[in-house]
C-alpha cells in the first residue's frame, strides 16, 4: 500500500493546494493531508477549522485522509505508515526551503522519499500569505480560494 503525506499549514487551503491535493491522489493508494499544529505561529484559522475546511472540500474520497499533526513531520510519516511526502512547488522562490527541508527530512529518516508537484501555472502565485492579506483588506478571492470555501475565508480574514 502505498501511502503519501501532504503537509502543510494550510492556513487558509488555497487552490494551488487542492491542485496538488488531486495531482498526489492519482499516485497513491492513501494521501493524508495534515495541518501542521504550530505553536509558533499565529494563525489567521484555528487548526480545526482548516482541517474542516479542507475535509468540506475533498468530500467522500475513500482514499484521502485529512488530519491535524504536532511535532516532527518524520515521526507523524512513520507513525502513518507512509512512504512519501508530498511538497507543491510552485516557483524557484520555493526550491531553496524546499530542498533544506527535504534533505533534514531524509537525514532523520532516510527510509522517507520527497516528492515534489508542480501546480498549475496559473496557481504559480497563489499563496496562503496573499489570500490572508487580500482577504483582510476586502480584495476578491475569486481563483484564489475553492468557490465553496470562498465566503466563509473572506468572511472570516475581514473581521478585525
Ligand atoms: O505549509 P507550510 O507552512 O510551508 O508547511 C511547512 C511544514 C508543515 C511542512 C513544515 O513546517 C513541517 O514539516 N513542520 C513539522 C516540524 C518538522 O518536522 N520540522 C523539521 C522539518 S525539516
Not at 27 to 41: E, I, R
Not at 71 to 77: H, I, T
Amino acid at each position: 500500500m502505498r501511502t503519501a503525506i501532504y503537509p502543510g499549514s494550510f492556513d487558509p487551503v488555497t487552490l494551488g493546494h487542492w491542485d496538488i491535493i488531486q495531482r498526489a491522489e492519482k499516485l497513491v493508494d492513501k494521501l493524508v493531508v495534515a495541518v501542521l499544529y504550530n505553536p509558533s505561529k499565529s494563525p489567521a484559522f484555528s487548526v480545526e477549522e482548516r482541517v474542516a475546511m479542507l475535509r468540506e472540500l475533498v468530500g467522500d474520497r475513500p482514499n484521502i485522509v485529512i488530519t491535524s499533526f504536532h511535532g516532527l513531520l518524520v515521526d507523524f510519516a512513520k507513525s502513518q505508515g507512509a512512504q512519501f511526502i508530498v511538497r507543491g512547488v510552485r516557483a524557484f522562490s520555493d526550491f531553496e526551503y524546499e530542498f533544506q527541508m527535504a534533505l533534514m527530512n531524509r537525514k532523520l529518516a532516510p527510509e522517507l522519499e520527497t516528492v515534489f508537484l508542480m501546480p498549475k501555472e496559473k496557481y504559480s502565485a497563489v499563496s496562503s500569505r496573499l489570500v490572508r492579506e487580500i482577504g483582510s483588506m476586502g480584495g476578491n478571492l475569486a481563483d484564489l480560494v475553492p468557490d465553496t470555501l470562498r465566503e466563509r475565508i473572506a468572511g472570516r480574514l475581514q473581521k478585525p
